[in-house]
């Protein structure tokens, strides 16, 4: 199901959910040469082959935010389908995957993806950005951002407050696209903007790494008093 189309006259963007826990995965591809890439592409491969198709999207890329099977488990099928080259952080245990690199940039016709190394929520996180629109995984939220501590092996907190603070380097208007539609707010929000994130998220308002960790322990809390879902 496309939830949002974030195109224009040059680029193809689809925010896509297509299963999982709230899981999104992307569609972006270089209107005139049709090349493309797939964003974490966890379910359903037939039907992101069929729409990329649809589209008159080839897909030259699976680009893979991080390594949680919710994330990753249609990557192969999607690659045996359309030869899409998988590419994920080299900490990241995907299977046919290539490494990226911090700064590699991903050519697509005149469009161009920017990978940028994104750690905490996993250490081989990466974030992917063209065309004003940044590909979030499980690092940002919309009002939240991504896990740490024991549920998640690898994770560190201190590692994603630096990611997180890298990213609001970013212009406001940066288009933010999650790789879950975890928004507790009232109303619908699938993506959201740099500039809102640092306005009103409130781990974003954290003044220091201390408060940033101490929010994480208590939000069970937070969420009660702040009703937030």
């Not at 991504?146 to 990611?163: C, D, K, V």
């Amino acid at each position: 199901m496309i939830v949002h189309d974030h195109s224009d006259a040059g680029v193809l963007a689809l925010q896509i959910h297509l299963g999982g826990d709230r899981n999104f995965c992307y569609l972006f591809a270089d209107r005139v040469t049709g090349e493309g890439v797939a964003v974490d592409p966890g379910f359903a491969p037939e039907r992101l082959e069929a729409l990329a198709r649809e589209r008159g999207v080839r897909l030259r890329y699976t680009l893979i935010t991080h390594g949680h099977g919710d994330h990753v488990a249609g990557a192969a099928e999607l690659a045996a389908a359309t030869g899409a080259v998988i590419h994920a952080g080299p900490q990241e245990r995907v299977a046919g995957s290539q490494p990226v690199e911090e700064g590699e940039v991903f050519v697509l016709g005149a469009q161009r993806l920017l990978a940028f190394h994104t750690p905490g929520h996993t250490p081989g996180h990466f974030c992917f950005l063209g065309n004003g629109l940044l590909f979030t995984g499980d690092v940002l939220f919309c009002g939240k951002v991504g896990g740490t501590g024991r549920a998640f092996p690898g994770s560190s907190a201190e590692a994603e407050w630096t990611s997180l603070r890298r990213l609001l380097t970013l212009p406001d208007e940066t288009v933010v696209l999650p790789g879950h539609d975890y928004w507790g707010g009232e109303g619908q929000r699938p993506f959201s903007t740099i500039g809102y994130e640092r306005a009103h998220n409130p781990f974003l308002l954290c003044a220091d790494l201390e408060a940033f960790n101490d929010l994480k322990a208590n939000w069970v809390r937070y969420k009660r008093e702040h009703g937030v879902r």
